[in-house]
């Protein structure tokens, strides 16, 4: 009877403990150091080297931490048929405790992140740094540097090398 249950609950337990465990979105190569940007229950900002987009993101959720998550990004340089960064700037701040779709006005590229915690609501709100470069980013490109950044967070083998 006693083996029955182990069988049972052994399950059950290492669903439950893996709750609380980090979670690792390779393969990306974040570097050597694994720094995050942030720690849990604070604010952070994040800005990529000048001419740099953000190209991977990973976090990792902690229910035990306020429901906060870690979170490292990775910058590339932007596809040289972009030209040079003209202007930088930070989009209007998504509140914390709603849901929101967020993308850079003026055809502009992510290259950053800010955000502030918020234990009230559990939850953070966010700014994006954005930048526009000196030939026009199509439609294509804007949505090519999201889908870049989803394969890097998974397994998928995607067919290009920069944004």
Not at 125 to 134: A, G, I, N, T, V
Request: hydrophobic share 35%; with cysteine; proline share 5%.
């Amino acid at each position: 009877m006693d083996l029955v249950l182990l069988c049972v609950f052994l399950p059950l337990v290492t669903v439950a403990w893996g709750q609380y465990g980090d979670y690792y979105y390779g393969p990306y190569n974040y570097g050597d150091n694994d720094e995050w940007a942030n720690v849990y229950r604070q604010g952070f900002n994040f800005q990529c080297p000048h001419g740099q987009v953000i190209v991977a993101i990973r976090s990792v959720f902690n229910k035990k931490e306020g429901s906060d998550r870690l979170w490292n990004y990775a910058c590339m340089p932007a596809a040289q048929s972009l030209g040079e960064p003209t202007e930088c700037w930070w989009e209007e701040i998504n509140r914390a405790g709603t849901e929101w779709y967020q993308t850079c006005s003026n055809n502009g590229l992510v290259a950053g992140f800010q955000s502030q915690y918020f234990p009230s609501v559990l939850d953070r709100e966010w700014q994006f740094y954005c930048c526009r470069y000196s030939r026009r980013c199509p439609y294509s490109c804007w949505d090519r540097q999201w889908k870049f950044i989803v394969c890097r967070m998974t397994e998928y083998d995607c067919p290009f090398q920069t944004v």
